[in-house]
């Protein structure tokens, strides 16, 4: 794409902007995961807040050198609210940047609720969440035939409460690959709830900050996995994928078997 093309569709998106709030995830850390819409979005936004002990710097630099930078990290919900209220009143496009997908663990359903109640539209972004990431990272499917075909995000219950028939141990019953957020700082009452009801040979995934320039990523028995994260100081940004998956598994897939039909292909 030319220059002068490049110019005119910048062109274009800037008059198309509405004055809103567009609710953006950015993803685990790594900029190039951004989705071509949370990029064309950054590249015009009048205003942009984001959470910046979340979000990594380098985002940034794709919005425009005009554009207003709000952090919020050290700000509450009845500061950033109104402030996303008061600029799309003013007739401004802003951006709300979170880490992740805003449909996990992304603090978005109450901002959701008061721009509503304001009045002030707004439209969400998906982004690539920590344990896709993590996937890619590790090389492997989450899901693999005759072996596991469900996968649970969850966390164990700290400041936030988990709902009781949502408790680790119960899901772990279910065996399936389980990806474990906001569990680092009780790591040791997550692995015996998890020892519960998984071998304690299965492989865990200890994922911290992946995308980012300092990511971690250390697969260890189950059995190992509190131990791992306290001698890495892992406090906090990261990721547990718990799952018989990890084990590199062979099994095969029928959607692409010789002997399976659709309704794009017929048996051999």
């Not at 401004?92 to 008061?114: C, F, I, N, W």
């Amino acid at each position: 794409m030319s220059e002068y093309t490049e110019e005119i569709c910048d062109k274009k998106l800037l008059s198309a902007i509405e004055p809103k709030v567009y609710i953006v995830g950015a993803g685990p850390g790594d900029p190039d995961l951004l989705t071509v819409k949370a990029q064309k979005l950054l590249a015009v936004a009048d205003v942009i807040l984001f959470a910046d002990s979340l979000v990594p710097e380098q985002i940034l630099h794709l919005c425009r050198p005009e554009a207003e930078i709000i952090r919020t990290a050290n700000k509450t919900l009845e500061e950033i609210v109104p402030l996303m209220i008061e600029r799309v009143r003013s007739q401004k496009s802003v951006v709300r940047l979170h880490s992740g997908d805003p449909s996990l663990y992304s603090a978005t359903q109450e901002q959701m609720q008061l721009l509503k109640a304001a009045e002030i539209p707004f439209e969400v972004i998906p982004g690539v969440s920590a344990f896709q990431a993590a996937a890619a990272k590790l090389q492997v499917e989450l899901t693999v035939p005759n072996l596991v075909q469900t996968i649970i995000l969850t966390r164990i219950s700290g400041r936030t409460e988990v709902p009781a028939t949502q408790e680790l141990a119960t899901l772990a019953a279910h065996q399936a690959s389980l990806c474990l957020y906001l569990s680092a700082r009780h790591i040791e009452t997550a692995q015996a709830k998890l020892l519960e009801h998984y071998p304690a040979d299965t492989p865990v995934a200890i994922c911290f900050r992946i995308g980012w320039p300092d990511e971690k990523i250390r697969v260890v028995p189950l059995t190992d996995m509190a131990d791992c994260t306290q001698k890495e100081q892992l406090i906090r940004t990261t990721l547990y994928v718990i799952s018989p998956a990890l084990l590199q598994a062979t099994a095969r897939s029928r959607l692409y078997h010789p002997e399976h039909n659709h309704l794009f292909r017929s048996s051999h």
